[in-house]
């Protein structure tokens, strides 16, 4: 369960509320992207979802309840990285879809950071949700490993770091474009340092 600002769990609909919980989120999605962290609210939300403000706020409570529910979100997915037979490959793939994730909506980027330094729900949240696609990326390694392509002590996180990094520093920090070419570059480069024993435990 998520808590709340008042520390009172957010329910996890089902059935026909959990109609309500996608409009919602849509909608605290798109704010975010329009407005920011710091002018959104449950009002806005309520408009645009055409959900009542008094459901919002039983159910969410607040603004950071909304935000820290959005990343929640996340991990109810099945999102899972490519399988294409190489370790290069798979990386190239990786660092493709979070390049085309942050092209398409950077201004939700950015207001999901900074809401992060805003309140320690949404902080902790937006951790689990990054901690949540890393370990579910960790795939990647343990399948070249299998093949034989890297060393078997080769830490994991590290290397899915080093490959992603790259792509968050130039769309994220610099706000600066990142062709796909740059980003399959960054996935070659850790690829081949992983291949070359650098991210061993």
């Known amino acids: ?21 996608a409009d919602v989120l849509a909608a605290v999605e798109r704010e975010l992207a329009a407005s ?6 449950i009002e806005m939300v309520a408009a645009s979802s055409g959900v009542h403000r008094t459901t919002i706020y039983r159910r969410w409570g607040s603004v950071a309840g909304l935000l820290v529910d959005l990343l929640a979100s996340g991990a109810d997915d099945d999102w899972q990285p490519a399988d294409t037979g190489s370790l290069e490959a798979d990386l190239i793939r990786l660092n493709r879809e979070v390049r085309d994730a942050l092209a398409q909506q950077p201004s939700l980027t950015g207001a999901v950071i900074a809401a992060s330094f805003r309140t320690a729900e949404a902080a902790e949240a ?10 579910r990326s960790e795939v990647v390694v343990s399948r070249a490993i299998d093949r034989g392509e890297i060393p078997s002590d080769t830490d994991a996180q590290r290397l899915l770091i080093a490959c992603t990094a790259p792509v968050y520093h130039q769309l994220v920090l610099l706000r600066q474009p990142m062709t796909r070419a740059a980003a399959d570059r960054a996935a070659k480069d850790a690829a081949a340092a992983a291949r070359a024993g650098v991210y061993v435990r």
Do not use: C, E, H, K
């Open 1 to 21: 369960m998520i808590q709340r600002d008042d520390a009172s769990p957010i329910p996890r609909p089902g059935g026909r509320t959990a109609r309500v919980r």
């Open 36 to 41: 920011g962290y710091d002018n959104l609210t």
């Open 126 to 135: 937006l951790t689990s949700f990054w901690q949540d696609r890393y370990v």
